[in-house]
């Protein structure tokens, strides 16, 4: 169970990260999360990792191509 909260964070992590643009704490975060032997979690890092780029520019910039939460 404790697994699971910590994850549940470091999930909230990540998208306070993205959301409020502070792309400073990408690399820490990818280092923490890479500590949990989860496969589907490693799938996701992976590919953060592989589109490092681009999801630093997701972080960066307000604009992208892809869909638009409607509020």
Do not use: C, H, P, R
Request: overall charge neutral; cysteine-free; hydrophobic content about 40%.
């Amino acid at each position: 169970m404790e697994v699971l909260s910590e994850l549940y964070i470091l999930t909230k992590d990540f998208v306070t990260l993205y959301s409020q643009k502070m792309l400073q704490k990408l690399d820490e975060w990818i280092n923490t999360a890479q500590k949990y032997d989860i496969s589907e979690f490693q799938t996701f890092i992976n590919g953060v990792k592989k589109d490092l780029t681009a999801v630093k520019n997701g972080i960066i910039y307000s604009y992208n191509n892809g869909l638009q939460k409607v509020v």
